[in-house]
């Protein structure tokens, strides 16, 4: 008798096979892909990665959803550990996956259902600097890092967070945004990058466009425990981080 195996709960360190799933990751385009990445490496055109992903699990009985797509790109494929991804890439969460990310400035990331992150780069000609900032487009994150290799920051419809070496969380639903802080210092703007404050441990900002902040204390201890309950699976990639 034929024996049906269950679904798999967690990320694959590679695909097995080229059958499964040849709707979202045909062969030719990732072909294609693989050989212009190479083409562009060569002559020196191609992007320094920025970011990897290290671990991604089911929250449910079904299959881990994580998908990958760089600019040029029609439409989303399977990510699985290792993937890298460029400046101008994304990473998107499906409705029962939590993802583990790590930035090689610095940093781990924990991306939770349904959400979508880019990658951006503001360079400076001047001053010879670039700043990678993280755009959450929808969902939420938690990071913790210690000390960065480069600025980074958190950008949503809300506003811009300046990171260092913080642990926090955002959270993007539409035009609202929630910042709550673990540890460390966080420096909070609008998106004209007009200076709202400094988030501290145990602060929580609202934050949504052309409206002043409003901010909570809360006990941080408590605030920990909710981190800990809503990342329970990618928990210890992120807590494990050391510079």
Same mark, same amino acid.
């Given at each position: *008798?034929?024996?049906?195996?269950?679904?798999?709960?967690?990320?694959?360190?590679?695909?097995?096979?080229?059958?499964?799933?040849?709707?979202?990751?045909?062969?030719?385009?990732?072909?294609?892909?693989?050989?212009?990445?190479?083409?562009?490496?060569?002559?020196?055109?191609?992007?320094?990665?920025?970011?990897?992903?290290?671990?991604? #699990?089911?929250?449910?009985?079904?299959?881990?959803?994580?998908? %990958?797509? #760089?600019?040029?790109?029609?439409?989303?494929?399977?990510?699985?550990?290792?993937?890298?991804?460029?400046?101008?890439?994304?990473?998107? +969460?499906?409705?029962? +996956?939590?993802?583990?990310?790590? $930035? $090689?400035? @610095?940093?781990? !990331?924990?991306? !939770?259902?349904?959400?979508?992150?880019?990658?951006?780069?503001? %360079?400076?000609?001047?001053? #010879?600097?670039?700043?990678?900032?993280?755009?959450? *487009?929808? @969902? @939420?994150?938690?990071?913790?890092?210690?000390?960065?290799?480069?600025?980074?920051?958190?950008?949503?419809?809300? @506003?811009?967070?300046?990171?260092?070496?913080?642990?926090?969380?955002?959270?993007? !639903?539409?035009? %609202?945004?929630?910042?709550?802080?673990?540890?460390?210092?966080?420096?909070?703007?609008?998106? /004209?990058? /007009?200076?709202?404050?400094?988030?501290?441990?145990?602060?929580?900002?609202?934050?949504?466009?052309?409206?002043?902040? /409003?901010? #909570? *204390?809360?006990?941080?201890?408590?605030?920990? *425990? %909710?981190?800990?309950?809503?990342?329970?699976?990618?928990?210890?990639?992120?807590?494990?981080?050391?510079?």
């Amino acid at each position: *008798k034929s024996r049906v195996r269950p679904a798999s709960t967690s990320l694959p360190e590679a695909p097995r096979n080229l059958e499964c799933r040849t709707e979202l990751w045909p062969m030719q385009a990732t072909l294609s892909r693989l050989i212009l990445g190479i083409a562009l490496a060569s002559l020196g055109w191609a992007e320094e990665p920025v970011i990897r992903v290290i671990d991604a #699990k089911s929250k449910s009985a079904g299959p881990v959803e994580l998908a %990958h797509r #760089k600019p040029a790109d029609a439409q989303w494929y399977p990510a699985y550990v290792g993937t890298r991804g460029e400046v101008k890439d994304q990473f998107k +969460t499906g409705p029962n +996956t939590v993802a583990a990310l790590e $930035f $090689f400035i @610095g940093g781990r !990331v924990a991306v !939770v259902p349904g959400s979508e992150i880019e990658i951006v780069t503001d %360079h400076s000609i001047a001053n #010879k600097t670039s700043l990678k900032r993280v755009l959450l *487009k929808s @969902g @939420g994150l938690w990071m913790k890092s210690s000390k960065l290799k480069e600025p980074l920051e958190i950008q949503t419809n809300g @506003g811009v967070m300046g990171i260092k070496g913080t642990e926090f969380t955002v959270e993007a !639903v539409g035009e %609202h945004t929630t910042l709550s802080v673990l540890e460390g210092s966080i420096e909070v703007s609008d998106q /004209q990058r /007009q200076l709202l404050g400094y988030a501290e441990p145990g602060d929580v900002y609202q934050l949504q466009p052309d409206a002043p902040p /409003q901010v #909570k *204390k809360v006990d941080v201890e408590l605030l920990r *425990k %909710h981190v800990h309950s809503e990342y329970d699976m990618v928990r210890l990639e992120i807590e494990s981080y050391t510079e």
